[in-house]
Nanobody, 124 residues
Framework: QVQLVESGGGAVQAGGSLRLSCAAS????????MGWYRQAPGKEREYVAA????????DYAASVKGRFTISRDNAKKAVYLQMNELKPEDTAVYYC?????????????????WGQGTQVTVSS
């Protein structure tokens, strides 16, 4: 019932910023909590951030706290990830996730729906 398409990735210098977008379609979008995950070459997929259906609850992986901000606009059916103070270790493919259970996303167990991913490359 939900389709997700990420955009906004690119190549930046360390210390720079990027804003990722996830465009959603589907009647039940508002019912879903949303999350961002990332996967770097040779590494497992890693949880990055989560936001509840209302936007009232947010959570971040320790590695990105204070630098990344997740938000959503239910009227536009969109989820965003503002990434500041980027580091080379942030280089990865970033994926948007929709799940009915917020805590599952936070625990790294997000499921249900995924986007195709967008590449983020940070150079030193």
């Amino acid at each position: 019932q939900v389709q997700l398409v990420e955009s906004g990735g690119g190549a930046v210098q360390a210390g720079g910023s990027l804003r990722l977008s996830c465009a959603a379609s589907g009647r039940s979008f508002v019912s879903y909590s949303m999350g961002w995950y990332r996967q770097a070459p040779g590494k497992e997929r890693e949880y990055v951030a989560a936001i509840s259906w209302s936007g009232g609850s947010r959570d971040y992986a320790a590695s990105v706290k204070g630098r990344f901000t997740i938000s959503r606009d239910n009227a536009k059916k969109a989820v965003y990830l503002q990434m500041n103070e980027l580091k080379p270790e942030d280089t990865a493919v970033y994926y948007c996730n929709a799940d009915t259970t917020y805590t599952d996303i936070v625990l790294g167990k997000g499921g249900h729906y995924w986007g195709q991913g967008t590449q983020v490359t940070v150079s030193s």
